[in-house]
């Protein structure tokens, strides 16, 4: 589900209570200091798709637009350079997806 390509995801999966729950996982190889980052990108990414009902497409844009401002908040400047080489590997996660090239 989550790998090298698909460093982060979100599901939701029935709970034991026989309700649902929304599911995030983050691909075990993603650096520690980033996981929140990318925890918080699926969080957001669910919420406009699911309560907003905004498209696939559009959640995903506007999650990726908060979770840089969140690791540019958050991380040091040092760190920050190292999460946006980190995740310009990924094709969804890279600078057109960032600046909507």
């Given at each position: 589900m989550v790998n090298q390509e698909t460093p982060a995801k979100f599901k939701v999966t029935p709970d034991t209570g026989g309700?649902?729950?929304?599911?995030?996982w983050i691909w075990e190889g993603t650096p520690s200091e980033f996981r929140d980052i990318l925890f918080?990108?699926?969080?957001k990414e669910a919420e406009f798709l699911?309560?907003?009902?905004l498209s696939k497409?559009?959640?995903?844009?506007?999650a990726v637009s908060l979770h840089m401002t969140y690791a540019k908040k958050f991380l040091p400047e040092d760190k920050f350079r190292e999460f946006l080489e980190w995740?310009?590997?990924f094709e969804k996660y890279g600078a057109d997806s960032f600046f909507g090239k």
């Open positions: 309700g649902l729950s929304l599911s995030i918080y990108h699926e969080l699911f309560v907003d009902g497409d559009e959640a995903h844009k506007k995740q310009s590997q």
